[in-house]
Nanobody
Framework: QVRLMESGGGLVQPGGSLRLSCAASGSIASMNVMGWYRQGPGNQRELVATITSGSSLTNYADSVKGRFTISRDNAKNTVDLQMNSLKPEDTGVYFC??????????????WGQGTQVTVSS
């Protein structure tokens, strides 16, 4: 069973920075995609950024490009999200996610419990 543990959320002023971390444990497929999603007040969950395990290809939501950076350590099965120049609209619960496909083409995904990020003066 794969489990995700997030850390690093909190309260920050506009323009500030936060770093989120997520550690995966359990039986983890070598080829996978890890990422961060967020859900703001009254909004649906949305993609923030993802990164692949192989070539570390990244994908970002347009709203965070140039401000957020996703990175991972395959040896430790961790993924981090460095968030700079934070804006009030970045407020929300941030969820870590890992997804993979088996050799029989079954798709799996696991979510973390979420960590609150609040950007406010």
């Amino acid at each position: 069973q794969v489990r995700l543990m997030e850390s690093g959320g909190g309260l920050v002023q506009p323009g500030g920075s936060l770093r989120l971390s997520c550690a995966a444990s359990g039986s983890i497929a070598s080829m996978n995609v890890m990422g961060w999603y967020r859900q703001g007040p009254g909004n649906q969950r949305e993609l923030v950024a993802t990164i692949t395990s192989g070539s570390s290809l990244t994908n970002y939501a347009d709203s965070v490009k140039g401000r957020f950076t996703i990175s991972r350590d395959n040896a430790k099965n961790t993924v981090d999200l460095q968030m700079n120049s934070l804006k009030p609209e970045d407020t929300g619960v941030y969820f870590c996610n890992i997804r993979w496909q088996t050799s029989s083409r079954n798709n799996y995904a696991v979510w973390g419990q979420g960590t609150q990020v609040t950007v406010s003066s």
